[in-house]
């Protein structure tokens, strides 16, 4: 059977070479890893409208503008998704976890070295580049 795609709005806090990270909690899917903030896109919700929302909801900030960066299919073996990444360019107050999460600014240059779910190596090479 064909396992349901989540989409998914993620996130990419950059200011000075440095991106802000939350941690997953434990007992979710792909838990104890470092994320970009983001979330499931809910029905009726366009993918700027669920990203918007859940860095909201997550990080406390509001998104004032951002451009695409890349978009992700990948299948883990429990769940299939489809991240679409966003560069946000512009936002309104200071990333700070809304929910408990562990919190961090790392250095573009040291992401390669955490523990990631395995979609988001797409992302970090990505932003080497830029
Ligand atoms: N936010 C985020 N999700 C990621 C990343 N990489 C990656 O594979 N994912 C996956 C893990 C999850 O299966 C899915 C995101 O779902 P989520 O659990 O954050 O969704 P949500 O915030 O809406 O949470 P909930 O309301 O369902 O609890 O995407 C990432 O860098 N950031
Ligand atoms: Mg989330």
Redesign the pocket.
Known sequence: MTKKR?H?A?GVILADQQVFLTKRADN???GGKW??????VEANETVYQALSR?LKEEIGIEVLSCIPLVEIS?DYVD?S?L?EVFIIDNYLGEPSAQEGQQEAWFEVATLSTLDF?A??IEIINKLKGC
Do not use: C, D, R, S
Request: no cysteine; glycine share 10%; aromatic share 4%.
């Open positions: 989540v998914v993620v979710v899917h792909q994320e970009f903030p983001g979330g499931k859940e990948h769940k998704v991240l779910p979609a988001n």
